[in-house]
């Protein structure tokens, strides 16, 4: 079974871009999250999606937006893009139920997202 | 607000150790507690993981306990081996994942 797909692997903006970053669950999965690792702050949450609605939201700036399709492909969103915004951004899915959460998170390899 | 914590930060040990890896939490309101691998410049890698009403889980070399009611999670490395130089991370699961900073693990030939 092919695990988690995030593309693109890299990416270079400049300030004040926009940026989508794309994630492909594992197959069946339908909870896929966000997640932004740095340096400075570690890994942090930015949000959940289920069936296409979005479940959980972490505590970002409305500049982090996402959505998800009907097939649990993900795409990420980040406008206006600063500095502060160079990161790994990772992706994972879960088997979650509509109303659970425990089954394991899979992870992607991650966006790295370089802002100049 | 959840406050996970892992100790040591840095591990250095001669192939053959056992390796004890440390993490705790501030809120014992959680639906399980995951492990993760981090190798450099990819993503995390699942271990193991401990539904809250459990009290510890194992896979192969791994053994991780939790003490729900204290806070507190530990992850044992049996027999360690050079492959398995990496970062360790554990989060807890409370509708997100709040992670540690992690314990980076050097294990010398």
């Known amino acids: 079974k092919a695990g988690v797909t995030q593309t693109p692997r890299y990416l270079i903006k400049t300030r004040g871009q926009q940026v989508t970053l794309s994630c492909s669950p594992i197959?069946?999965?339908?909870?896929v999250s966000w997640y932004q690792q740095t340096p400075g702050q570690g890994l942090q949450f930015l949000f959940e999606?289920?069936?296409?609605?979005?479940?959980n939201k972490g505590n970002f700036p409305g500049r982090f937006s996402g959505r998800q399709f009907s097939n649990s492909r993900s795409e990420m969103n980040v406008s206006t893009l600063e500095l502060g915004d160079s990161a790994l951004y990772l992706c994972?899915?879960?088997?979650?139920?509509?109303?659970?959460?425990?089954?394991?998170?899979?992870f992607g390899n991650g966006t790295r997202l370089t802002v100049t | 607000k959840q406050e996970v914590t892992q100790i040591p930060a840095a591990l250095s040990v001669p192939e053959g150790e056992n390796l004890v890896l440390n993490c705790s939490f501030t809120?014992?309101?959680?639906?399980?507690l995951q492990w993760f691998r981090q190798d450099p410049g990819k993503g995390l890698t699942s271990l193991l993981l401990?539904?809250?009403?459990?009290r510890e889980q194992t896979s192969g070399r791994l053994n991780a306990s939790l003490d729900k009611s204290s806070g507190r999670s530990t992850l044992y490395i049996a027999a360690s081996q050079p492959g398995d130089s990496a970062t360790y991370l554990c989060?807890?699961?409370?509708?997100?994942?709040?992670f540690g900073a992690g314990t980076t693990v050097t294990v010398r030939a």
């Open positions: 994972a899915s879960s088997l979650e139920g509509e109303s659970s959460y425990n089954s394991p998170l899979h």
């Open positions: 197959s069946g999965h339908r909870s």
């Open positions: 999606y289920f069936s296409e609605t979005q479940r």
């Open positions: 809120d014992s309101a959680i639906y399980n």
């Open positions: 401990i539904q809250s009403s459990q």
């Open positions: 989060a807890v699961n409370d509708y997100k994942l709040s």
